[in-house]
């Protein structure tokens, strides 16, 4: 396994595995039997980053969500993990009420809710500081100097330790970021948004944005991160739940001029390698010019097994350049 560092300060930067293990569906769609040997044997391979949710999976089974922290406390309880595992969960999209969504009903990003629902997570988790705490959806009806405000506390308190944002607007995540530095407060540092190889359209109104798809990397936060090298680029879904094995179950948003030639670069690339078209996507993010540390759901063992052994494929200068350049 290779690790990175994530923050700048020395109280609350961490060490971390370069590859992140999603929890989303463990507990839920993923039996805890199944959910505990993958991570045992991510664990056992030298990774020590896994994410999830207050609101995961919440879909399931038309509840608040919760499952998954509830079930990586019982299995750090029976394995005895300590904080040599880094633990990253959100808030801020927790359904308020059985039935509703983060879409109609969000818990939101006020600063009794940050408190409330940061407390919450340590209990189902059971720790005593959040390594990491993400601000999982943007909350435009609360003041964003009360969010700053409301994080950075649990910072001073010592409850929390790095702080990072997810699926907000880039100039909003630079806007907080202002607000706290100026205020002499601890800011976002690691940002977790969907980035893949393929490109996609970002003019399609979603869910949580009418003027596109706000949780996708696009050019504006792209440029941002080329600006700001002490911020971390989590990655996740970068496989595009299979679709680089099945291309038939890309959506609409993939279907852009480069699709065809990217796709061809990248399966050319995995023969010349030896390697799946998913560790060369993998270590395509992990060795970029931004750098991102990829997160990634397994409902297997032998699929933990393959993005495993992406983080030893080295690309070449030339397979990279083929990589970028195709259109």
Avoid: C
Avoid at 227 to 256: D, F, H, I, N
Wanted: charge should be negative; aromatic fraction near 8%; avoid cysteine.
């Amino acid at each position: 396994m290779r690790y990175r560092t994530i923050g700048t300060d020395p109280a609350t930067r961490r060490e971390v595995s370069v590859l992140s293990l999603g929890a989303m569906l463990f507990g839920t769609a993923t039996d805890e039997a199944t959910s505990f040997a993958i991570l045992d044997r991510y664990v056992e391979a030298g990774g020590t980053f896994i994410d999830t949710s207050d609101n995961y999976a919440f879909w399931h089974d038309g509840g608040q969500g919760g499952e998954s922290e509830e079930l990586l406390g019982r299995w750090r309880r029976s394995r005895g993990i300590g904080d040599e595992v880094v633990i990253a969960t959100k808030l801020g999209a927790r359904p308020l009420a059985p039935g509703t969504s983060y879409v109609d009903n969000p818990e939101g990003l006020s600063a009794k809710v940050i408190r409330e629902s940061a407390e919450r997570s340590r209990e189902r988790l059971g720790v005593e500081r959040l390594d990491l705490l993400y601000a999982h959806i943007e909350d435009r009806t609360v003041p964003m100097r009360e969010t700053v405000e409301g994080f950075a506390e649990l910072v001073a308190e010592g409850t929390v330790g790095l702080l990072g944002a997810s699926n907000h607007r880039a100039w909003r995540v630079e806007r907080a970021r202002a607000l706290a530095a100026s205020a002499g407060l601890p800011g976002y540092e690691v940002l977790q948004y969907h980035r893949s190889y393929l490109p996609r359209r970002l003019d399609v109104p979603s869910e949580l944005d009418p003027d596109g798809d706000v949780g996708w990397v696009g050019p504006d936060l792209l440029s941002y991160l080329r600006t700001e090298p002490q911020l971390t680029l989590v990655a996740y879904s970068p496989l595009l739940k299979g679709a680089y094995v099945r291309p038939e179950r890309l959506g609409e948003e993939y279907v852009v001029p480069a699709t065809p030639a990217r796709l061809a670069a990248l399966r050319a690339v995995a023969a010349e390698t030896g390697a799946t078209v998913n560790q060369v996507v993998l270590a395509w993010l992990m060795g970029g010019d931004i750098p991102s540390i990829p997160l990634v759901g397994f409902s297997s063992v032998a699929q933990l097994e393959e993005s495993l052994a992406a983080v030893d494929l080295e690309l070449t200068a030339e397979q990279r350049t083929r990589l970028d350049s195709a259109r």
